[in-house]
């Protein structure tokens, strides 16, 4: 009788639980809905956050990510979904490995989920990105290869955005991949590749004569050859 009286107790302590667990699961659907009808991103990360501790979701720990990688919160982002590659994660996992790490200054681990992507949709972006990554980790090999992919299927109306300057600024995407064509031939050869980088970014410039990034390297570069001795 003893024993019968517990598992009485115990059945009823454990459907209240549920019937808790499911009101506060409702509880926060509406408070994760309103905060989308405010456009609350605090909100939306906290209902998001109690939502998937009370029920668990791999979708809804993806759009949590996102959110916070959108909201520049890269270390967040990376917390939430990890750095490991994984075959069974979906598009949008992905893009946030690869965006936050490339952004919290880690190519070597950014490369590998942007070549994921690059494999699933094959498309000029990630092309521009995989060749500046690869030219910071000094890979030129493979930075080339991804520019000489986006010079051949970037279309004339694809555009690039620029934020090292005050005002940031959009160029041509095809300028956008001479340029990196210029830095990467100059780092093939230092010391005799000066004149034909050079010639890549002037080809850069006449494409989009604001782009910045472009007349900064030039000058930097021009600066570099060697000045012919004067007589005296």
Do not use: C, W
């Amino acid at each position: 009788m003893k024993h019968f009286i517990i598992l009485i107790v115990f059945a009823i302590g454990f459907n209240a639980q549920a019937q808790n667990n499911k009101e506060l699961l409702e509880h926060y659907q509406a408070y994760y809905k309103q905060m989308k009808s405010q456009s609350d991103i605090q909100g939306i990360i906290n209902g998001l956050t109690h939502l998937n501790v009370l029920s668990p979701s791999v979708a809804r720990q993806d759009t949590l990510a996102y959110i916070y990688m959108n909201e520049g919160k890269f270390i967040q982002a990376i917390n939430t979904v990890g750095v490991d590659e994984n075959s069974s994660d979906s598009d949008m996992a992905v893009e946030v490995k690869a965006m936050s790490l490339k952004a919290l200054s880690q190519p070597k681990l950014a490369i590998p989920q942007f070549e994921t992507l690059f494999k699933r949709t094959q498309n000029v972006a990630l092309s521009y990105e995989l060749a500046e990554l690869y030219l910071q980790t000094q890979n030129l090999t493979e930075a080339s290869k991804n520019v000489e992919y986006g010079l051949l299927h970037a279309q004339d109306n694809m555009g690039k955005k620029f934020y090292e300057s005050q005002q940031p600024y959009q160029v041509p995407l095809k300028a956008a991949f001479l340029y990196l064509k210029g830095l990467i031939v100059f780092n093939e050869n230092k010391e005799t590749n000066i004149d034909l980088a050079v010639s890549y970014l002037e080809q850069a410039l006449t494409m989009a004569p604001n782009f910045n990034l472009a007349f900064v390297s030039r000058q930097a570069l021009l600066g570099q050859k060697p000045q012919p001795k004067t007589e005296d």
